[in-house]
C-alpha cells in the first residue's frame, strides 16, 4: 500500500527564515498531494494542494514543489512567523475525494 | 456556513465497552471519511461512506463500524474497546463526486480514552 515519509520530524526557525519539509510517497497511482497544518486541539487544516499535472504551486508564503518522477513533494514556507508553530503533515491519494495517506507529521517551531 | 461537526468532543471509557461517535459534514458534502490519530501521529483512514454505504476501508478490524445516514451525517462505532483504541478520531468531509476544485476539510475531533 501507500506510504509517506517526512523529514525532518521536528524543525526550529527564527522568525524570518525560511521553512522546508519534504516528503515522499511509494504509490505511483497518487495524483493528488495536499498539506495540512494540525495546532494543539485541533483538526489538521488544509493550507495548500498539488496535483499531479503541476510541478509548483504558490499561495502568498507558503509554496509547495512536486516531482513525480522522484515521488518527492515539498512544503516551503518564508518569512516564517510565531503563528506559523505547529505540526504539518504532506498527504497523497489517487484523488481528493480519495483515501489519504498522512506522513508522520513535522513539529515546526518559529522562535521570536 | 458550519463546517465539519464532531461530537462528543472527549469520551472516557473502560476496556470492553462500545463507542459511537457523530459526524456532520460541511454543508455541500455528501462523503464522510473517519481518521484515528494515535498521540504523535498521522492520521491513519479508518473508512469513507458515500451514499450511506462503505466505499473503502483501511486496515482496521472489524470492531469498528460505520455508518452514513439520509441527510450525510454519520457515525463510527467501536466495540469491545481496548487500551490502543486511545485516539483522536477525526472525522473528515468532500464531495464524493471530486472535481478540480474539491478539498478534504477536518473536523476538530473526539479525543477518546480507553482506561
Known amino acids: 500500500g501507500e506510504n509517506v515519509e517526512q523529514h525532518p520530524s521536528t524543525l526550529s526557525v527564527q522568525e524570518g527564515d525560511s521553512a522546508v519539509i519534504k516528503c515522499t510517497y511509494s504509490?505511483?497511482?497518487?495524483?493528488?498531494f495536499p498539506w495540512y497544518k494540525q495546532e494543539l486541539g485541533k483538526g489538521p487544516q488544509l493550507i495548500i494542494d498539488i496535483r499531479s499535472n503541476v510541478g509548483e504551486k504558490k499561495d502568498q508564503r507558503i509554496a509547495v514543489t512536486l516531482n513525480k518522477t522522484a515521488k518527492h513533494f515539498s512544503l516551503h514556507i518564508t518569512e516564517t512567523q510565531p503563528e506559523d508553530s505547529a505540526v504539518y503533515f504532506c498527504?497523497?491519494?489517487?484523488?481528493?475525494?480519495?483515501?489519504?495517506?498522512f506522513g508522520p507529521g513535522t513539529s515546526l517551531s518559529v522562535i521570536p | 456556513d458550519a463546517g465539519v461537526t464532531q461530537s462528543p468532543t472527549h469520551l472516557i471509557k473502560t476496556r470492553g465497552q462500545q463507542v459511537t461517535l457523530r459526524c456532520s459534514p460541511k454543508?455541500?458534502?455528501?462523503?464522510v471519511s473517519w481518521y484515528q490519530q494515535a498521540l504523535g501521529q498521522g492520521p491513519q483512514f479508518i473508512f469513507q461512506?458515500?451514499?450511506?454505504?462503505?466505499?473503502q476501508r483501511g486496515n482496521f478490524p472489524d470492531r469498528f463500524s460505520g455508518h452514513q445516514f439520509p441527510n450525510y451525517s454519520s457515525e463510527l462505532n467501536v466495540n469491545a474497546l481496548l487500551l490502543g483504541d486511545s485516539a483522536l478520531y477525526l472525522c473528515?468531509?468532500?464531495?464524493?463526486?471530486?472535481?478540480?476544485?474539491?478539498?478534504?476539510?477536518f473536523g476538530s475531533g473526539t479525543q477518546l480514552s480507553v482506561l
Open positions: 473528515a468531509s468532500t464531495s464524493g463526486t471530486g472535481g478540480v476544485n474539491e478539498k478534504l476539510f
Open positions: 498527504a497523497a491519494s489517487e484523488a481528493s475525494y480519495d483515501k489519504v495517506i
Open positions: 454543508s455541500g458534502h455528501d462523503t
Open positions: 504509490d505511483s497511482a497518487s495524483n493528488y
Open positions: 461512506y458515500y451514499e450511506e454505504e462503505e466505499r
